[in-house]
């Protein structure tokens, strides 16, 4: 039988998780498109410095999909955040690398990203959404405008308390062909989990790329965050994240994967209320899509290094737990 085809969009953290269970599956026909719009921490050196596109999220996707026989020593240097040194500190070994590949094959980090796949067996397609230079800008409910990815990411204390009502790229950005290819091809299409409107989203706003997901056979699985996160999501439910989706898709995903465990590691939630974050309600009922509830937290807590400056999720989904879960709904349904 034919491989199933599946597209992962997004970027960060949450795509990480997810691919690093799916790429277990030998059954699987796996790509990753991922967003090309981060300008905080690393990033912003790789973009003022070297004059070259984020690097972090392929970087998380490469490591995510590194084959089985491939060195564990090659995953854990690309993964390596180097403290010390001046201009490099906070900098991972995987992004240095890339950027001087892409040197070395005389600026076409799409060469460079590739070859970076082949050092590490990847398995499956690793897609940039675009290769345009572009940067992402919110508009909230209040009027204000903000540009950068980062500073979305991380909004102030009162910026955060208002709804972002549309989010942009600037200037107007291509899509990368391999990208359109993947989606038309897809048996499923899964968006998320991540920061919704800073990993997610905004490969949706490139241009084209919406349309073709409305127009894709492909089914469409959303797979809802764990917590709702403060200057993006603030008092979501889950309906507040389907209705979203819609708006910027033009689809309503078919399915929605939802966590329902209510144990988690002690005194986490507290910390996360601390941040005023807080679970995501399931509101789904009687919605018209298929909710799908499992137990997909992971029992393990987040440790950043020192030298890591972004703020980062402390719980997260468990990679094993959401690939089972995808592809049982690939098993019984698609």
Do not use: W
């Not at 269970?21 to 967003?35: A, E, F, Q, R, T």
């Not at 980090?109 to 499956?124: H, R």
């Amino acid at each position: 039988m034919r491989r199933k085809r599946v597209v992962v969009i997004g970027g960060g953290t949450g795509t990480y998780t997810i691919l690093t269970g799916l790429k277990d599956y030998s059954n699987l026909d796996l790509s990753v498109i991922v967003s090309m719009m981060d300008d905080g921490g690393s990033n912003r050196v790789i973009r003022d410095e070297f004059g070259l596109l984020p690097t972090s999220d392929i970087r998380q996707c490469i490591v995510a999909l590194a084959g089985g026989d491939s060195d564990e020593t090659l995953r854990k240097l690309f993964t390596y955040r180097y403290e010390q040194g001046v201009g490099i500190s906070g900098m991972t070994f995987g992004n240095l690398f890339m950027a001087a590949l892409t040197d070395i094959y005389n600026g076409d980090q799409k060469k460079a990203i590739e070859e970076t796949c082949e050092v590490l067996g990847v398995k499956g397609r690793v897609i940039p959404i675009t290769f345009d230079k572009v940067h992402l800008m919110a508009t909230y409910a209040n009027g204000k405008q903000v540009l950068g990815e980062h500073d979305i990411d991380e909004p102030t204390l009162e910026q955060g308390k208002y709804r972002i009502t549309s989010l942009s790229v600037i200037p107007d950005a291509k899509v990368n062909p391999d990208a359109t290819t993947a989606i038309k091809s897809a048996d499923l299409i899964i968006l998320g989990p991540g920061d919704f409107y800073t990993s997610v989203i905004p490969n949706i706003v490139i241009n084209n790329v919406a349309g073709e997901i409305t127009k894709a056979k492909g089914k469409l699985l959303f797979v809802m965050n764990l917590m709702t996160k403060f200057g993006q999501t603030t008092g979501f439910k889950a309906s507040d994240f389907i209705s979203e989706v819609k708006k910027y898709v033009g689809r309503t995903p078919d399915y929605c994967l939802i966590n329902n465990a209510d144990k988690f590691p002690k005194g986490i939630l507290k910390k996360y209320k601390a941040e005023q974050a807080e679970l995501v309600e399931n509101d789904l009922n009687g919605s018209g899509i298929k909710v799908i509830k499992r137990n997909l937290v992971s029992s393990k807590v987040y440790i950043k290094p020192k030298s890591d400056k972004i703020i980062r999720s402390l719980i997260r989904h468990d990679s094993n737990k959401l690939a089972k879960a995808v592809v049982d709904l690939l098993t019984s349904s698609i």
